[in-house]
């Protein structure tokens, strides 16, 4: 399985990027291989549509699961169509994250987006 993380940075050692459609990047750990890749968030820079480019990136990488802080409506959507499990509210470093989601100790798994549409647009 693989799980994306929205992040400013490129590491597993960098913060949790509380904006989905609007982070910079994705980090990516592969559990069949242990290992981390890092690709740019295409929807960064959108004028429009953030969320659902985020999202199909996501979905091309073939990502099961995305933790983030926050998700909005066309994203989740896109990616809940997918069958793609997102968990909200999660901050602090990326690694941090994996543990806590791999020891099952992680409880934010959502059936909603929790912000409204442009939410992440500053």
């Given at each position: 399985?693989?799980?994306?993380?929205?992040?400013?940075?490129?590491?597993k050692?960098?913060?949790i990027?509380?904006?989905?459609?609007?982070?910079n990047?994705f980090?990516?750990?592969?559990?069949?291989?242990?290992?981390?890749?890092?690709?740019?968030?295409?929807?960064?820079?959108?004028?429009?549509?953030?969320?659902?480019?985020?999202?199909?990136?996501?979905?091309?990488?073939?990502?099961?699961?995305?933790?983030?802080?926050?998700?909005?409506?066309?994203?989740?959507?896109?990616?809940?169509?997918?069958?793609?499990?997102?968990?909200?509210?999660?901050n602090?470093?990326?690694?941090?994250?994996?543990?806590?989601?791999?020891?099952?100790?992680m409880?934010?798994?959502?059936n909603?987006?929790?912000?409204d549409?442009?939410?992440?647009?500053?």
């Amino acid at each position: 399985m693989k799980i994306a993380f929205s992040t400013s940075g490129s590491t597993k050692d960098d913060e949790i990027d509380p904006r989905f459609g609007r982070c910079n990047n994705f980090v990516i750990y592969d559990d069949e291989s242990d290992s981390f890749e890092t690709i740019q968030n295409l929807g960064a820079v959108s004028s429009g549509g953030a969320g659902i480019k985020a999202a199909q990136t996501i979905i091309d990488k073939g990502v099961g699961t995305v933790l983030t802080g926050n998700v909005g409506p066309n994203a989740f959507r896109t990616m809940s169509t997918a069958g793609i499990n997102v968990y909200i509210g999660v901050n602090g470093k990326i690694a941090d994250a994996l543990e806590k989601f791999k020891s099952g100790s992680m409880d934010s798994k959502t059936n909603a987006p929790n912000v409204d549409s442009h939410h992440g647009i500053q």
